[in-house]
């Protein structure tokens, strides 16, 4: 658990604040270069936090550690339920961990709640599996009880508001419950970054479950625009 007690921390709505114009009386002169100290002042108190929603087999946290700047000075916590894939992940884990990565593997689902949910995956050699009870974009052949964690009760016990925060979110559907929570909690907001893989609505032309009411279309889709027009949090679609 983190201590969200420490001292001499600016939080990211102080640091906008910080960085908004001036007009020093004439008499005050200031020689202070805020950005550098801002800067400095952060990178000392801060953590970098990458969560990987839907780790798969680690291929989107290698996507992230090439192109994206996520490395060994990094707190990773990777979520994977898939039962099948569980022994593969926990030996790269160590693999990672010996090469220096600070890497947890947590073989859960993310979710609303805390507790066990149905998870559907598929035998195919990049085992899709999804909490979703509406995503049918793939071939499911199985079906298990899983545990799943809460996540905006996780961001809250393992960050503070301050820390850069980056998600990857890649779990077949299950997005719309998970990012809906996440902002009626307010947790959203801790974001500095989410990469989110969206499976209806998407590039691919995936539509919306027939059996969808135009009230339940309607609100997925303000709530897609409403995260993918934040203006607090920089959003990109995975693929």
């Not at 202070?32 to 929603?53: N, W």
């Not at 050699?125 to 199985?142: P, R």
């Not at 820390?163 to 907001?189: N, P, S």
């Amino acid at each position: 658990m983190r201590n969200t007690a420490r001292s001499g921390r600016f939080t990211k709505a102080q640091v906008r604040w910080l960085r908004q114009p001036v007009n020093w009386p004439t008499p005050v002169v200031v020689s202070l270069d805020l950005d550098h100290f801002l800067h400095h002042t952060m990178e000392e108190t801060m953590q970098k936090v990458f969560l990987d929603c839907g780790t798969n087999h680690f291929l989107g946290l290698k996507k992230m550690v090439v192109q994206s700047g996520v490395g060994l000075n990094w707190k990773i916590h990777t979520f994977e339920p898939n039962p099948e894939a569980r022994s593969d992940l926990e030996a790269k884990t160590e693999d990672l961990r010996r090469k220096g990565f600070d890497l947890t593997y947590h073989p859960v689902a993310v979710g609303d709640f805390d507790g066990m949910v149905s998870f559907k995956y598929s035998n195919e050699e990049d085992k899709w599996g999804t909490t979703c009870s509406w995503h049918t974009d793939h071939l499911y052949h199985k079906e298990v009880q899983v545990p799943q964690i809460d996540l905006a009760a996780f961001i809250r016990t393992h960050c503070v508001r301050e820390d850069r925060i980056v998600c990857k979110m890649d779990i077949e559907g299950a997005e719309f419950h998970v990012l809906d929570h996440l902002l009626k909690t307010g947790m959203f907001e801790w974001f500095d970054e989410l990469f989110v893989e969206w499976h209806v609505d998407n590039q691919w032309g995936h539509d919306w479950p027939a059996h969808f009411t135009e009230e339940q279309r309607t609100y997925y889709a303000q709530l897609k625009e409403q995260i993918c027009n934040h203006p607090d949090v920089r959003v990109h679609e995975w693929d």
